[in-house]
């Protein structure tokens, strides 16, 4: 797959091209139909599908104080649109410089790159240029004077409710990881780096692995049995989210901790994905390391007999 950041790398690619565009934080079921179906349609003109989105949340520059926590980092992102086989990857460098730029000018930035330009495939809500004010009428409109169609895909729903990541969100959020699952087409993947802790978890027999996982949807707080990726290989372990009342009683940032069984290397640095299988219990405060040392050793037999 190849990856570009510049609209003017699309003239590189052969045409016709057929652009999927939006946000797809998550990558669910919704996205997914939307870039099969430039897939397609880029197949039987013997052109090239090109995938196209930001690096980061628009909101979390234009908004950040209203931004949503974010479902997929971009590498995971690129590594979902490799196994669907997408042909190329257009991820722009979200600036205010582009935030600035006119709908029109920003179609026609499109139209001037990809030759030609034979559609683009958007859901229902996707908004573009300046302040948003470009909607699917206007692409439409856009499309008839510059020679592109535009192809709308419809919603897709679950359960009788249209998929969306808002719905995911939440479901994280309140710890509906079958929700979830059902959304995206797979269970739920927290990923993070590995940052240096206290290691207090290796003075008491269970050293943790600390995740930097900064902007990312967080499942409520507790420990969890989970499934662990770690450079291609899968692991199991336990995982406690929250602020850790036993051992910093007046933090309130939220960390995200996790103890891989019969594993022992050094993690810093490494990005690790976590699959949360089951909830064991919730967060809760002890009386000293000794009390928090033999949960942890109860938590630990509990997952096991799950994973």
Known sequence: MKILDSIEELSGLKG????????????????????????????????????????????SLLRPENAPSLLT???????????????????LPFTRELASVPARDFVGSLVMAAVPLHSICVGNQWSFGKGGEGDLGLLEILGKESGFSVIQIPPIEESGTPISSTRIRTSIGEGD??????????????????????????????PTANLDVAGMQLPPDGVYAVRVSLDGSVLSGVCNIGVRPTVDSSASHRTVEAHLFD?????????????????????????????????????????????
Not at 29 to 58: C, K, N, W, Y
Not at 185 to 205: F, M
């Open 16 to 59: 016709p091209i057929v652009l999927a565009a939006g946000t797809l934080d998550g990558l669910h079921l919704g996205h997914q139909a939307l870039i099969r179906r430039a897939m397609d349609e880029a197949s039987s003109l013997g052109g090239t599908a090109v995938v196209m989105t930001f690096d980061r949340h628009p909101a």
């Open 73 to 91: 980092r971009n590498e995971t992102k690129i590594s979902l649109l490799r196994e669907m086989g997408v042909q190329a990857l257009l991820l």
């Open 177 to 206: 990881f079958e929700d979830a699952k059902a959304c995206l087409g797979r269970p739920y993947l927290l990923t993070g780096t590995v940052v240096t802790g206290q290691r207090l978890g290796k003075t008491i027999g269970f």
């Open 263 to 307: 594993f022992s290397k050094d993690l810093v640095g490494k990005v690790l994905g976590l699959v949360f299988v089951r909830f064991l219990r919730g967060e809760r405060k002890f009386s000293g390391l000794e009390e928090l040392k033999a949960q942890i050793t109860c938590d630990c037999i509990a997952a096991r007999e799950i994973l």
